[in-house]
């Protein structure tokens, strides 16, 4: 099973052998060679200083595939998948053409780190999260996924969710609101560290381009909203895939349908924490990763295929979760 | 043949087992077709023009790659395309900026060229 996977997936990405710089590679290339002052981005840049061709910088980004595949399938069984299940979610990560753009496209390799630290501090912090080994991976994976792109901050958001969906899983474990307190405090410090709230959410602000004053906060939630509709549509349809899609374009009642399924997909989880937690735990970490998205306004970039590859996760622990149950009733009727 | 079957599938049902092959086969085809998409600066561009064909931004930029292969006639009618695209009053302003200014600016440079070849 293993090696017909790894076989799919190296031939599904055969290209990457020959897949030259496109789009802001070049420009990555320059920017990661330069000295650094702040320590934003600074395993992405080591990463690319470490591979500085492009033949290279895709086998590296292969491989960070098949490594968060491999880990989301660990965290699939330590949330209480069967192994069919987790092989599932395995197979949805590595074959499905949405998260081709973080494979292919060099550059979204800082994306792939985040994904890659979300996933160890989701690992540490699905078992006993308040041992040394525990605190130490959650703060391992904050640090990679900060260090691969500022949007890593997300990690604060899934830790204590997922120390929450296993809060009656051990016995004398501390109570999952401190992790989410000690989350909030560290948020609010990231913000005040920043320059305060309005700085984070008018970060892409530059003179003479984007004014503050040239978008409300509905304007923009509402063409993420969009966007988060058109990009769920193309991983079902693969033929709206595309490096720069047209969010400006969408109709506004498609917007509103977007907003609307972030708030149907909330909905579910709150209907099913008790029933099928695995299943609100994947819906939540679909409406979470999202969040930092919807908030903070970068207006010459909106949600792209890379950056829906972090709430992709949830849909990926849910096609495993679904499936998994399919095949339960399958077997029952047989 | 049964037996065969036994053994490949384990404990899953051979239905399923199928079903699930051909989705996940499908996933793997459609992931083969979309990733050379992003081999060259070229074809993610021409990809991206086709579906979005209103964005000035994407226009202007395949209108770079174009005029970067020597095809400076589809590479000026592109920066055209970017150009009238990126005065639609329904656009944002920072759209503006990339469709009227960038493709603007290209779409002169592109002239001269083609200008400087002719004569």
């Known amino acids: ?334 | 043949m049964r037996r065969f079957l036994r053994r490949l599938c384990g404990d899953l049902p051979p239905g399923l087992v199928g079903i699930l092959a051909l989705a996940y086969l499908a996933q793997a085809s459609a992931t083969h077709q979309y990733a050379p998409v992003w081999r060259t600066e070229f074809t993610v561009w021409a990809r991206a023009a086709q579906l979005a064909p209103e964005k000035p931004r994407t226009l202007n930029n395949y209108g770079v790659v174009l005029a970067a292969a020597g095809r400076l006639e589809e590479a000026r009618a592109m920066f055209e395309r970017a150009h009238i695209a990126g005065q639609s009053p329904q656009l944002p302003p920072w759209d503006h900026v990339e469709g009227e200014l960038r493709a603007r600016e290209n779409l002169v440079a592109v002239n001269d060229l083609i200008a400087r070849v002719t004569r």
């Not at chain 1, 006993?128 to 949007?151: D, F, N």
């Not at chain 1, 000690?182 to 700085?199: D, N, Q």
């Not at chain 1, 908030?295 to 998994?324: C, D, E, H, K």
């Open chain 1, 1 to 334: 099973m293993g090696m017909a996977a790894v076989l799919l997936t190296l031939w599904a990405y055969s290209s990457v052998w020959s897949a030259e710089w496109v789009y802001e590679d070049r420009a990555m290339v320059t920017t990661a060679h330069q000295p650094h002052t702040s320590w934003q981005r600074v395993l992405t840049y080591w990463t690319w200083q470490v591979a500085p061709t492009p033949q290279s910088a895709h086998v590296v980004n292969l491989a960070l595939h098949g490594v968060v595949a491999s880990l989301l399938g660990v965290l699939a069984w330590r949330l209480g998948l069967t192994p069919f299940g987790a092989w599932i979610v395995v197979l949805t990560w590595l074959l499905s053409p949405v998260v081709v753009e973080t494979v292919v496209y060099a550059k979204a390799r800082s994306e792939q780190l985040v994904i890659l630290g979300a996933l160890i501090a989701m690992l540490a912090a699905s078992g006993r999260w308040w041992r040394p080994v525990g605190l130490l991976g959650i703060c391992a994976g904050l640090l990679v996924a900060i260090g691969g792109e500022p949007s890593g901050v997300v990690v604060l958001l899934l830790v204590p969710l997922t120390v929450w969906h296993g809060r009656d899983r051990w016995h004398g474990a501390p109570s999952w609101w401190i992790p989410a307190i000690v989350a909030g405090v560290l948020v609010g410090a990231g913000i005040g560290w920043y320059g305060g709230l309005r700085a984070v959410i008018n970060a892409d602000a530059e003179a003479g381009i984007v004014s503050v004053l040239a978008l409300t906060w509905q304007d923009w939630l509402l063409v993420q909203g969009g966007a988060v509709w058109y990009w769920l549509l193309a991983t079902a349809w693969p033929a709206l895939l595309t490096p720069d899609a047209d969010m400006d374009g969408v109709p506004m009642w498609v917007r509103w349908w977007g907003l609307f399924t972030l708030v149907v997909i909330s909905g579910v989880a709150w209907r099913t924490y008790r029933t099928h937690p695995v299943l609100a735990l994947a819906c939540l970490v679909f409406v979470v990763a999202l969040v930092p998205r919807l908030l903070v306004q970068t207006p010459r970039s909106y949600l792209n295929a890379a950056q829906f590859a972090i709430p992709f996760l949830g849909v990926a622990l849910a096609v495993g979760y679904g499936t998994q149950q399919w095949k339960a009733q399958w077997t029952q009727g047989a």
